[in-house]
């Protein structure tokens, strides 16, 4: 089952205390489309500049990445350079050049109007809305944001959460648009603007998940190192969607485990800079990883 990510593809340059590296892969479609793969084919559609690296495309086809809808512009590729501290949950942003993303329209190509399973990535929430416009019969659609889209365009935001299933955000983003300083509180708030799931990202404090009447707490996975956590929310994301295509039926139980997945896909994205961890993992790996999980936080 084929799931359609729309979103950033990147060019990062990060410095962390482990080193610093320019001009690397990122962007929110960029990892969720390869973590989402490990589950199940992707259909991407994003924006590049021409001078994208080759190596990159090459990279996302070797895995399961379907790049009919990458857009290929004249133009530069959107940069991003963030600095993080020791306090990896603070990151400092030195510069953002959307370059062609600033003016990107995204175009859905016919044979993926009819994918079941959608994410918008962290993109201008009037390019979600032109995405949903465009597909057919989904049977979920996942949405995430951050707190310059509640701030600046907070009516089309809310017109894409109206068709939106499933929604992620951290938790100053969820205090930022409910004006509710509990998360429980501005859980229930944001049900009321149409999502019936919620999944609130509490970076090393792990998540949240509330879905219906219900609510699910996961603690972060305890790593030993921690190289470079840009990517890990977008991760997740991808992870959660991959799961959820994998499964019959999405409910609480299959949320519950989706979160999980999600969250160990985003363990394996902070142990090297950019993508190149999980180049170097399989399914086993993941598995072997869920097993650990489970064992250390069940009681």
């Not at 690397?24 to 479609?29: E, Q, T, V, W």
């Not at 501005?186 to 009447?213: C, D, N, R």
């Amino acid at each position: 089952m084929s799931i359609l990510i729309v979103g950033s593809m990147a060019l990062d340059t990060v410095k962390t205390p482990a080193g610093r590296h320019k001009e690397i892969l990122g962007g929110s479609a960029t990892y969720s489309s390869v973590s989402a793969g490990f589950f199940n084919p992707v259909r991407l559609v994003a924006v590049v500049g021409k001078d994208f690296p080759k190596k990159h495309i090459r990279f996302l086809k070797n895995h399961n990445i379907d790049l009919t809808g990458l857009e290929i512009k004249q133009g530069k590729t959107f940069r991003w350079e963030g600095e993080y501290g020791w306090d990896f949950s603070d990151p400092k942003t030195l510069l953002t050049e959307l370059n062609v993303l600033g003016s990107f329209n995204p175009g859905i190509p016919d044979k993926y109007k009819n994918s079941r399973y959608v994410f918008l990535a962290n993109i201008d929430p009037k390019a979600q809305m032109r995405v949903l416009k465009q597909i057919k019969n989904p049977k979920l659609i996942m949405c995430d944001t951050m707190n310059y889209w509640i701030q600046n365009s907070r009516k089309d935001l809310l017109k894409v959460l109206k068709q939106t299933n499933i929604f992620l955000l951290n938790e100053s983003e969820a205090r930022q648009l409910t004006s509710e300083n509990n998360l429980l509180l501005a859980a229930k708030a944001i049900k009321k603007m149409g999502p019936a799931t919620i999944i609130i990202k509490k970076g090393e404090h792990g998540a949240v998940l509330f879905s219906q009447k219900s609510f699910f707490c996961i603690p972060a996975f305890l790593l030993e190192s921690i190289i470079d956590p840009t990517g890990a929310g977008d991760t997740f994301a991808g992870g959660i969607i991959g799961f959820l295509s994998t499964v019959k039926k999405i409910n609480n139980a299959s949320l519950k485990s989706a979160v999980i997945y999600g969250s160990i896909m985003a363990t394996f994205a902070v142990e090297d800079f950019s993508l190149r961890r999980l180049d170097r993992i399989n399914k086993h790996d993941i598995s072997r990883r869920v097993k650990e999980f489970k064992k250390y936080s069940c009681f």
